[in-house]
């Protein structure tokens, strides 16, 4: 929280825009494109369009980084579970 809190002043908007950029431009396409193409069920897309909301509406209603960066870590660590978990049994 020490670290959220030190790049408040400096980098908010940094933080604000590069994790609305990997969350839409590299998370969620693979995260969509592993759903789609193993045929996984509606509950995973329920979890993955939950977990993409809970990142961009708290960076639209400018939110501070203690709040903004541990949801993002959070859904980070959802979609890689998911798209990890899937790719093992799968293979």
Do not use: R
């Not at 995973?44 to 509406?57: K, M, P």
């Amino acid at each position: 929280m020490a670290f959220c809190e030190g790049q408040e002043a400096e980098n908010h908007w940094l933080w604000a825009g590069a994790t609305i950029g990997i969350q839409g431009c590299i998370l969620t396409p693979l995260l969509l494109w592993t759903i789609s193409h193993f045929g996984l069920n509606d509950a995973y897309l329920l979890v993955a369009v939950t977990s993409i909301f809970g990142v961009v509406v708290p960076n639209l209603s400018a939110l501070s980084t203690k709040v903004i960066l541990p949801i993002f870590l959070t859904s980070l660590l959802v979609h890689v579970t998911i798209i990890l978990g899937t790719l093992a049994t799968s293979l």
